[in-house]
Structures are given as C-alpha cells and as structure tokens.
C-alpha cells in the first residue's frame, strides 16, 4: 500500500479505508476526521491504557517546482511494542505526509524528529521541508498572531513521503500501562523505542521495501547514530541520514576552538571585524578562521598567559580581528571565545554588540534581543529562554494547533506538548557505543555523551549508507566547525566509506531551515543526496539484501 491504511485498524470507524491495491489510486478521496479522547499525560509516571491505533486522514495537493502533488496526510498513533514480550508499549503520535499514486517500493520515506531531549517534531514539521510552512520574520521577531502558514516550495515531498515522529512524553505520544514514560526517557531507551514505531510504520504501511531516510536536528543527531546502528541490528538498513546541526560528541561542547569560526562568522555578519578590507565571501572567511582556529589559535590557548612565548601578541591581534573583541576583553577572558560568565552568559554573545545593548542569540547569532541575560545558558538541549526561540515559539504554538485542528482534522482534548522539560531532567544519558565505551555520564554528573562511534560503525557495516551533514554558520549552540572536527575524528578509516559523508554549511542558525535562502540551499542538497541514494541501483540492492539477511538472521535466534 502506498501509505498509512490502518486497513483494518481502529481509525475511527473508517476500516478498510485504504487503497485496495499498491498504486492507490481506488482510494476514496473522503476525509476522515478523528478526535481522540484519550488525555496524553507527560509526566514522568504518566501513561495510558488505550492501544487503538487511530488516524485521521485529509487530502491534499501542492506544487512543488512544476509538478503539483497530490498527497495524503495521516495524523494519529501507532502502537510500538516491547521486542521481548511482544506487548503493547507506547502509543506514538506521528503525522505523514505520503504522495499518492506511485509504487510504494520506488518511493522513498524519510522519518523527522526535532531534539532536546524533550522536544516533539512541530519545529521540524512546520519550519523545514513539509508541505506547509509557517511565514517567520526571521532573523527578526515575529510578531503575535494572528500567524499564517503557506504552501512550502521547498518542500521535500517531490523527493520522498515525509513522517514525523513525536517521542513518548511530547506530542500526544505516552507509555502503555505497565510502563510509564520515564522508562522511554534516555539514549539507548529513546532509540529503541523510535526503532519499534520505524518497524511499525513499515509494516503497517508495506514499507519495508522503500528506500529508508533519517532526518534529525541537534540532540536528534545524536539520537539518528544510536539509532541507525539499532536500525541494523535488528535488519532495518537505511539509505542516507540527514545531521543537521550536530552534536555528536558532549565533551567538545564549549571548544573554542570548534566555536570560533562561528564567533567570527557573527561578528562578519553585524560589521564587528577588525580586518580591513572586509571579507565580500563568508565561506572563504569561516575556512581561513578555521585553520587559523585548528593551528595558532589551539596553540596560543595552550600556552596562554606564558609572557615569554614570542608568538601569543601576534595570535592575539589576529583573534582580536576575528572575533571583533578587543585584545584587553580576550585576555580577561584567558583567549577562550566560549568561555561564560558566573551567570552561565557566553561572554562573546553578551559583549560583541554590548555598546548597542544587546545581545546575540546562541541559536542563531544574527537575532539580536536587548540583553537582560537572556542569551545565557547556552545548552544544547533546553532553549526556551534563547532570543532565536523567543522570536519564533510564540507562532508556532497557535500555528501547530489550529492546522492539526483545522487542516489535519485531528482534535483533542490532550494538551500538545511541544517541549517537555521533565523528559530533559529525567533523561538518562547513559550510552555504551558499539566499541563497548561507556560514554554518557562522568563521575561529576556532566553530560559526555559520544555517538559518533556508532555513526563509524553503521557508515563501516552499511557501506552504501549517504550521510550530509548539514550546519548553519551563525549556530552558537553546535558550533559547525566543532562538527567537522566531530567527523574527522571519529573512527571511521576506509576512505571510500568516509566519501558517503558530505558536509554544507548555510548562512543560517541552528535551525537552518528558518531563514528562507538558506532552506531553498539546503532543499537542493537534500535532493542530491535522494538522487544518488536511490538512482544507485546497485547500493540499492546491496541494501535490500543487507536487510534480507539481517531479517533472516532475526528470526532464527
């Protein structure tokens, strides 16, 4: 079937609703509405008793480039369960967004998710490559409603069916008694339990035979390694993976030397630079910050304050040029251009504009917000206080409920849970890679999560596996360099292997997709990387076959 039939699952009373044959075109194009009654709790203890699988399901068409799509958009649950028992564990909210018409095995579906840890796929959905979008202002403020949503021309529906996953504790997604959500709340937890809604979805939907796409942002790139490898474990071999805006190693989080070029990137942007004539081409600029990050710079911070080393004025004076601070702020600072203060405020951020009383924001270095320490605390994982968060939740908020409500048709009475705090404060980041180091957690408490090991091993055991990497120059939070350095360092030694690894930079935040040309940019690259995927007949076929095995394999243990 060409998409989420639920043929003969509880979707309101619509059985059989889906196509009778592989190319839907019998489907009846009648809309089925759905309201849930179920109340979703989000709390760490919370959990529900219903395992119906519901759906609601609207007709659609959009023009993308010159073709208008004609597509189906499926908003409701699908059931997970325990790979042991066999026994219902979460109901998982999901929307998808499937083109109708074409042979389900030709046709390739890429599953969404946003990060956190806490956070539901709204961003991703209603920012980046889905069929409607919201209007922003940015890297302005977007005013309050009332907000519009338009037809995306950047959407990724020309290339693939598009389903984005909302974890348990986010969305209206929640354990099934005996467990309750806190259970699914940590690294390997989280991965498995997208893994089982992945193999559900396939499988209610005869997808197994689709060419399989990963697409996460920020924690959701950690998330996508454990996951691509838990993947191939249990005989479900992808095609390609979109990173974007990596963190993919907790222990480099704060490198000045991975946030520099980023530093200066924002100082390039708000005319801060001290290098005369100006650069006209920020990536020719960001390359040479970097290697002036990777070499004196790196060194400089080693040596630093040694008032006998000959080499630290002139290093000095070329950061002070970089990075728009001047010398005597950089020493204070001990050189570190990441460094916070005692409120946990990034020192750069608070000072490059602290003349015009603002400060930049960590998401997105182009926002500025007037600097009542908003713009500290900057942490991967949380965010709300950010002024690039500021100028954008508030939309989508009133945005997500009136299109599921109005357009999806799916109501109900459950509060939706865009970004859930007490998954963050519960979330266990205990992580055994596949080479067998406990990364996670050290013995002080701080986050070392590692999982660029498992992106090696997966890219290692699925050669054919297309990975882009995908950051914006003006992110304060994952830093674009700190990703490259992320890459080449991670264990990964076949060269042919490392050149299924792309990376793109876009003049953007850490939501790259917000600003307009940077999406279109990036759209462009996406739909490179689904061409060769899946025109590589012979990748494909490798990959399907990897799969056969794995499935085999399975099912004799």
């Keep these: 079937m060409n998409d989420e039939a639920q043929s003969t699952k509880g979707n309101g009373g619509a059985q059989g609703a889906g196509p009778a ?14 309201f849930d009654p179920i109340a979703y709790g989000n709390g760490p203890d919370d959990f529900v008793t219903d395992v119906t699988e519901n759906a609601a399901i609207t007709h659609h068409a959009i023009q993308i480039g010159k073709e208008v799509i004609a597509y189906t958009a499926t908003a409701g649950h699908l059931v997970t369960v325990d790979p042991s028992s066999s026994q219902p564990s979460a109901k998982m909210f999901y929307v998808a967004f499937t083109k109708d018409g074409v042979q389900a095995q030709d046709r390739p ?114 998330r996508s390694c454990v996951l691509a490898y838990r993947l191939h474990e249990d005989g479900v071999d992808l095609n390609g993976i979109t990173l974007q805006s990596s963190i993919l190693d907790y222990t480099q989080s704060g490198n000045p030397v991975g946030a520099l070029p980023t530093a200066a990137a924002d100082a390039w942007y708000h005319k801060r630079l001290g290098v005369t004539p100006a650069p006209k081409d920020l990536q020719a600029f960001a390359t040479q910050v970097a290697q002036f990050a990777r070499t004196d710079y790196l060194q400089a911070l080693s040596k630093f304050p040694d008032p006998g080393d000959k080499s630290i004025p002139a290093t000095l004076k070329t950061l002070s040029q970089y990075t728009g601070i001047d010398t005597q702020t950089l020493e204070s600072w001990n050189l570190d251009i990441a460094s916070y203060d ?41 965010g709300g206080n950010d002024p690039t968060m500021t100028a954008v939740s508030g939309v989508y908020t009133a945005m997500w409920n009136s299109y599921l409500n109005e357009q999806l048709k799916f109501r109900t009475n459950s ?26 957690v050290d013995a002080q408490g701080n986050i070392v999560l590692y999982t660029a090991g498992d992106l090696a091993a997966v890219m290692a055991l699925n050669p054919d596996l297309r990975v882009l990497s995908a950051n914006g120059y003006y992110d304060f939070v994952t830093p674009f360099y700190q990703t490259v350095i992320d890459l080449q360092k991670m264990p990964l030694l076949d060269q042919k292997v490392r050149n299924n690894l792309s990376a793109r930079f876009y003049p953007s935040g850490h939501m790259v997709y917000l600003d307009a040309g940077s999406r279109t940019a990036l759209k462009a690259d996406l739909a490179k990387l689904y061409q060769v995927a899946v025109t590589d007949r012979p990748a494909v076929a490798r990959i399907r076959a990897l799969q056969r095995m794995s499935t085999m394999s399975t099912m004799h243990h």
Excluded at 167 to 183: F, K, L, W
Excluded at 358 to 377: C, E, F, K, M, Q
């Design 21 to 34: 044959s592989g190319n839907g075109k019998h489907r009846s194009q009648t809309d089925q509405p759905c």
């Design 109 to 222: 579906v890429t599953f969404f998710y946003n990060g956190g840890p806490g956070s539901s796929s709204v961003f991703v959905l209603l920012g980046s490559f889905a069929p409607k979008r919201i209007k922003t202002s940015m890297p302005g403020f977007t005013p309050p409603a009332p907000y519009a949503l338009e037809d995306n021309p950047d959407s990724l529906l020309d290339k693939s069916d598009l389903i984005f996953i909302n974890p348990v504790g986010t969305g209206y997604s929640a354990a099934i008694a005996p467990h309750h959500n806190r259970d699914f709340w940590g690294v390997d937890q989280d991965a498995d339990s997208l893994k089982q809604f992945i193999k559900r979805y396939l499988t209610a939907n005869d997808r197994w035979n689709s060419p399989k796409f990963l697409y996460g942002e920020s924690y959701g790139t950690a």
């Design 342 to 382: 005692s409120r946990g405020n990034s020192l750069f951020l608070t000072t490059l504009m602290k003349d015009k009383g603002v400060a930049l924001g960590s998401y997105d270095g182009r926002v500025t917000a007037i600097d009542t320490g908003i713009a500290g605390n900057i942490d991967p994982n949380s």
């Design 415 to 440: 509060s939706f849970t865009d970004l859930n705090d007490q998954a963050f404060k519960n979330w266990d980041f205990g992580h055994i890679d596949p080479t067998g180091a406990q990364k996670g």
